[in-house]
């Protein structure tokens, strides 16, 4: 019987990999929404997570236990979603990448602010594309874990996960950070509500002090005199408009800039020239933090 249930599991989690990878709207016809569901529930009530960093979480003044999931299904009116989830009493809402990458708009900026006292906001930390959100103090931090990476589907930007807790340790970033395995966390509001939930009742609530003020740019933030940027289409093109908004944000008292790569638009070498030429006209350390990497090259063992 057990190796039944086990033969089930690994089916559906192969259904499900085929599908986050490459979906079709034929396969998306035999049950593709109720087979996910399915997985979802059985793995994220099940799965094991680990704790990398854990400054603790803060207390907040909501004592609901709603935790909501934003999914990539709901659109890209992220006022909207995010008034109808605080409304809601919400005591903790996940972010997926869209969302997380609009808190560093003017807008999405200004929202973190009216977020800060009334929810926890977890963030699913699964590329390099993530890398400003770690100067913008999320609560939660959940890396879907695949052969110590954290790796996107299809974005060639996986980060080390080595890498992500050196940072938030020479940073002092105040997010707990934690582990989870990678097919355990589909993007499914079923297993990031689960996954999410138990997280957040396993961590011992602590009164901090904050002075929340965070500093953004587009795709890039400021915390504790470091600078986190991801160089996407847009910056890899124009490195004048990544140094115009670089000054906006301000470089006086930083420390060191790290850099995350979509790898699409860049190769290693760009990665490692783009770094260099910052580095000697800001005279400033700067780090690349990422690899070409997604879910399957990691997978299947390709660098």
Same mark, same amino acid.
């Given at each position: 019987m057990r190796k039944k249930v086990y033969l089930v599991i690994i089916l559906i989690a192969f259904y499900t990999a085929i599908m986050i990878n490459y979906p079709s709207p034929w396969i998306k016809s035999l049950g593709y929404q109720q087979g996910l569901n399915l997985y979802a529930y059985m793995v994220s009530t099940r799965s094991s997570y680990s704790f990398i960093f854990n400054p603790g979480l803060r207390k907040i003044n909501n004592h609901e236990e709603l935790v909501r999931a934003v999914t990539p299904e709901e659109g890209h009116n992220f006022p909207s979603i995010i008034d109808k989830h605080l409304a809601g009493g919400s005591n903790c809402i996940i972010e997926c990448s869209q969302l997380d990458t609009w808190h560093s708009s003017p807008v999405g900026l200004q929202y973190l602010r009216e977020m800060r006292t009334r929810t926890y906001r977890a963030i699913i930390f699964d590329g390099g594309h993530h890398l400003p959100s770690l100067g913008l103090s999320p609560d939660i931090i959940i890396i879907p874990r695949l052969a110590g990476y954290a790796v996107h589907s299809y974005t060639l930007d996986g980060v080390k996960i080595e890498t992500i807790e050196k940072m938030a340790q020479e940073c002092c970033i105040p997010s707990i950070i934690v582990t989870v395995p990678r097919m355990a966390l589909v993007k499914n509001? $079923?297993?990031?509500?689960? $996954?999410? !939930?138990? $997280?957040?009742? !396993?961590?011992?609530?602590?009164e901090i002090e904050e002075d929340f003020k965070p500093m953004a740019r587009p795709r890039m933030s400021k915390y504790n005199g470091f600078i986190f940027a991801y160089i996407d289409q847009n910056y890899c093109k124009n490195p004048d408009l990544f140094n115009k908004r670089l000054g906006e944000l301000g470089v006086n008292g930083v420390r060191k800039i790290y850099l995350a790569f979509d790898f699409k638009y860049s190769s290693k070498q760009q990665a490692i020239y783009y770094c260099q030429q910052l580095e000697k006209n800001l005279q400033l350390p700067v780090e690349c933090v990422n690899q070409p990497v997604k879910v399957m090259n990691v997978f299947w063992g390709g660098k």
């Open positions: 509001q $079923i297993a990031m509500e689960n $996954i999410t !939930s138990r $997280i957040v009742n !396993s961590c011992l609530r602590q």
